[in-house]
C-alpha cells in the first residue's frame, strides 16, 4: 500500500520534477483536468505580452515578415511533428479540430476513386461525429457509416474511403491500436484518419511507424496552449501531393501575395491553410511547447501511467463503497493520461471536488474524469485529491443544494 510518505519520495526522484516549474499554478488548488484545458506555461504568458505590445504594438504589419508571422503555422507545426511521431513538413498549425477533420475527411472522399463510405464509431466524441453528419449532408453521395465499438474492422469494404478514431477514447481513456488498425485499414484500400486530442503530449504517438495516413488534434488540452488554442492536423507525405483542401482559402494558395483569381495549392503541406492565422493564439501555442524541450515522450507517457495507476489504487482503498466504478482500462498500457470513475451523482461529486479545490471534470451522464498531465502533476497531488474525494464521499456533502445546478460547460 501506498503511503503519503511514498509519493513524497518518489515526486524528489521524478525526472519529470523539475518541469512542473515550467507552469504557472495557482496556489491551493490540485488541477486534475490538464486533459481538457492545459495549465498556462510561463513561457506562453510572456511571449504573448511580448506580441501583442511590442510585435503589435509598435512593428505592427511589418511584423508578418519582421517576426515571421506569416510562417508561424509551420513553425508551430514543425514543433508538434516529434511529439506524433511525424516529419516537420507533415503537421501544420490551423483551425480547430472540428474545421480539421472536415477538410482531411472530405478531402480523403475526394481521392478514393468511387469510394463514398466515411467509416466511424458511435459513442466517440461528439463534434467529430457531428462534422462527418454536416459532411454527408453536404454531399448526397458520401455515406456515413457509424458502428459500434470494436465494429470497424468487420464494417471495411471496397466502398469505404476513410475511417476516423480516436486514439483515446475522450470518456474512458482507453487507448486504441493506432498501427494495427492503420494497417488494417490501409489493406482494405482505405485512409486512417486519427484524432489526437487525447493522446498527443502525453503519449509517445508514432504517427508514421504507426502506418497512419490522417491526423488532427487538439493544442489546448495537453499542448497547453491556452483556451481555444489552434489545432493542427497531419498529412502523410505520401498522400500531400494527391488531397485537396476543400476549403480552398488564399493561405493555402501556392502564391497568396500574387492575388490572382485562380486558386492554385501550395506543394506539401501548406495547402492545408485556409484564412489568416490567429498570431497571438499561435504565440501561445508556440511558447508552450517549450515546456516540452528535452522530454522523452516514453518518459511522460510512463509517468502518467504511474499516476494514473496511483489514484486508482487509492480510490480504491480509500472511497470503496462509495459507489464509485471504475470507467477506464485498469492496465496503463491501454490507457491515456485520465481516469474516470461512474458515480450516480457524478456531477455533484465533481462541483463538491471542485468547491475543495481538486479540479477534475464531469461528462454525461455520469463520469467524473480526473486528467493526470505528466509535465506538471505530482503523486502527492494524486494522494491528495484521493483524500479530499474520500471526505467529500464519506461526509456525502455532495448533497448540498449549491453543488446540483449544472452549468452550461461541464
Ligand atoms: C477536445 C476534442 C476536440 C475539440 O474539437 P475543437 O473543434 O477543437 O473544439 C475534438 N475531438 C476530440 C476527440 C476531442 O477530445
Redesign the pocket.
Known sequence: MTTRQDCVELDAVDPLGAVRERFSLPDGVIYLDGN?LGALPVAAARAVDEAVRRQWGEDLIASWNKHGWIGLPQRVGGRIAPLIGAGADEVVAA???????FKLAAAAVGARGGRRVVLTEGG??P??LY?LQGLAGMMPEVELRVVEPGGIEAALDDRVAVVLL?H???RSGAVRDMAGLSTTIRAAGALSLW?L??SAGVLDVDLNRAGADLA??????YLSGGP?AP?YLFVARRHQAALRNPLSGWMGHARPFDFVDDYAPAPGIDRWLCGTPPILSLTALDAALDAFSGLDMAVVRAKAGALGDLFIERVEARCAGKGLALASPRDATTRGGQVSFRHPQGWAVMQNLIARGVIGDFRSPDVIRFGFAPLYVRRVDVWDAVEVLGEVLDAESWRDPRYQTVATVT
Open positions: 481538457s483551425d480547430s479540430v472540428s474545421v480539421n477533420l466517440d466524441f463534434t467529430d462534422i480516436s483515446v477514447h475522450y484524432d486530442s487525447h488532427a488534434g487538439c493544442g489546448y488540452k481555444g489545432a
